[in-house]
């Protein structure tokens, strides 16, 4: 699970709670080089020291980032390919199929597997040091054409690099700031050190997903928690029954 990064006026762009991301390099990237996931620390060494380092490291203003991305995108372009198949044709979306049969199977959980009322789905934006005030989200535009999966109760899938770093979570300008800057979709807790040891392990395709729980901004809704585990695991076993069998 994750947290998503909301746009408050694109609802192309908007990940809303119950939504899915596929960690894919950023559309726009400002550092030069690929990235499927950031962590970012408070910079803490003086300003002579700050130098790009051959890990992946990178120093921008006061803060340090840290990024991750596989030598090989197969897994990140099967992904694209199965979501535009599935936008073309219903009969292709089968992570939706396999969402619908898991909450049969787990009616007898003691966790609600089912998708929440959307209006549960609350989003708010800072206007000051600690004030904030409820916003609506952005509507569909009228002349949108093709499927919107939200219509069915299912998750849209947004593909773009996930991020994670205690200053984040702490401060909503800094999130924000951040996540535009990197094109971050999601956000995670202190996930880096899974990716750093993927990384150190040598793996050649690798990618991360999250189903978002909530927005990173304090508010904690545990209630989307089921459905967003599910959401993510039903893409991710699509993906690993798509992929060829190994030599």
Same mark, same amino acid.
């Given at each position: 699970?994750?947290?998503?990064?909301?746009?408050?006026?694109?609802?192309?762009?908007?990940?809303?709670?119950?939504?899915?991301?596929?960690?894919?390099?950023?559309?726009?990237?400002?550092?030069?080089?690929?990235?499927?996931?950031?962590?970012?620390?408070?910079?803490?060494?003086?300003?002579?020291?700050?130098?790009?380092?051959?890990?992946?490291?990178?120093?921008?203003?006061?803060?340090?980032? !840290? $990024?991750?991305?596989? +030598?090989? &995108?197969?897994?990140?372009?099967? *992904?694209?390919?199965?979501?535009?198949?599935?936008? @073309?044709?219903?009969?292709?979306?089968?992570?939706?199929?396999?969402?619908?049969?898991?909450?049969?199977?787990?009616?007898?959980?003691?966790?609600?597997?089912?998708?929440?009322?959307?209006?549960?789905?609350?989003?708010?934006?800072?206007?000051?040091?600690?004030?904030?005030?409820?916003?609506?989200?952005?509507?569909?535009?009228?002349?949108?054409?093709?499927?919107?999966? !939200? $219509?069915?109760?299912? +998750?849209? &899938?947004?593909?773009?690099?996930? *991020?994670?770093?205690?200053?984040?979570?702490?401060? @909503?300008?800094?999130?924000?700031?951040?996540?535009?800057?990197?094109?971050?979709?999601?956000?995670?807790?202190?996930?880096?050190?899974?990716?750093?040891?993927?990384?150190?392990?040598?793996?050649?395709?690798?990618?991360?997903?999250?189903?978002?729980?909530?927005?990173?901004?304090?508010?904690?809704?545990?209630?989307?928690?089921?459905?967003?585990?599910?959401?993510?695991?039903?893409?991710?076993?699509?993906?690993?029954?798509?992929?060829?069998?190994?030599?």
């Amino acid at each position: 699970m994750g947290g998503g990064v909301p746009h408050f006026t694109d609802y192309n762009q908007h990940v809303r709670l119950g939504d899915v991301v596929i960690s894919c390099p950023p559309s726009v990237n400002p550092i030069g080089k690929e990235y499927i996931y950031l962590h970012c620390d408070k910079f803490e060494h003086s300003p002579e020291h700050r130098a790009s380092s051959p890990n992946g490291e990178i120093a921008i203003d006061t803060f340090n980032y !840290r $990024t991750w991305c596989p +030598p090989n &995108l197969e897994l990140q372009e099967l *992904a694209k390919e199965l979501y535009e198949m599935g936008l @073309e044709n219903e009969k292709m979306r089968t992570w939706e199929k396999y969402i619908n049969q898991s909450m049969k199977q787990l009616q007898e959980q003691e966790s609600d597997f089912a998708r929440p009322d959307d209006d549960g789905d609350k989003l708010y934006m800072s206007i000051g040091t600690k004030d904030v005030i409820e916003v609506g989200h952005p509507e569909a535009p009228s002349n949108a054409n093709g499927y919107d999966p !939200r $219509t069915n109760g299912m +998750p849209v &899938l947004h593909f773009g690099p996930v *991020a994670s770093g205690r200053i984040l979570v702490k401060n @909503e300008h800094i999130r924000q700031d951040v996540a535009s800057k990197f094109g971050i979709k999601a956000f995670d807790c202190e996930f880096d050190t899974v990716a750093e040891s993927v990384f150190g392990n040598r793996k050649d395709r690798y990618l991360f997903l999250r189903g978002i729980s909530d927005y990173k901004d304090g508010t904690r809704k545990k209630e989307w928690q089921p459905f967003a585990a599910l959401s993510a695991a039903a893409f991710m076993k699509t993906i690993i029954e798509t992929l060829p069998p190994s030599d």
